[in-house]
Nanobody, 122 residues
Framework: QVQLVESGGGLVQAGGSLRLSCAAS????????MGWFRQAPGKEREFVARINWSGTITAYADSVKGRFTISRDNAKKMVALQMNSLKPEDTAVYYC?????WGVGASMYDYWGQGTQVTVSS
């Protein structure tokens, strides 16, 4: 059974930083791409960042490009999202996801974590 557990969310002031982590278990981690999504109240879940199985290719939403960095450690079966220069509009529940297909659509990811809340105050 695949499990993804996010951690690292919290409350931070605008301009601050947070580092989210996602621990995976129950599947061959380094066969799967990983992604981060977020969902703000009243909005649809949106793509944030993704990283391929080997960690050699990354992609970001335009809204976070240059501020967020995704990385993975296949030996530890973990993926991280370093978030710098946070803005109030980054406030959302952040989800870790994994899948075989390389893409940005939420439907391309097979397994999801429960999410971690990130709140950025102005």
């Amino acid at each position: 059974q695949v499990q993804l557990v996010e951690s690292g969310g919290g409350l931070v002031q605008a301009g601050g930083s947070l580092r989210l982590s996602c621990a995976a278990s129950g599947h061959t981690f380094n066969n799967y791409h990983m992604g981060w999504f977020r969902q703000a109240p009243g909005k649809e879940r949106e793509f944030v960042a993704r990283i391929n199985w080997s960690g050699t290719i990354t992609a970001y939403a335009d809204s976070v490009k240059g501020r967020f960095t995704i990385s993975r450690d296949n030996a530890k079966k973990m993926v991280a999202l370093q978030m710098n220069s946070l803005k109030p509009e980054d406030t959302a529940v952040y989800y870790c996801a994994t899948g075989i297909v390389w893409g940005v659509g939420a439907s391309m990811y097979d397994y999801w974590g429960q999410g971690t809340q990130v709140t950025v105050s102005s």
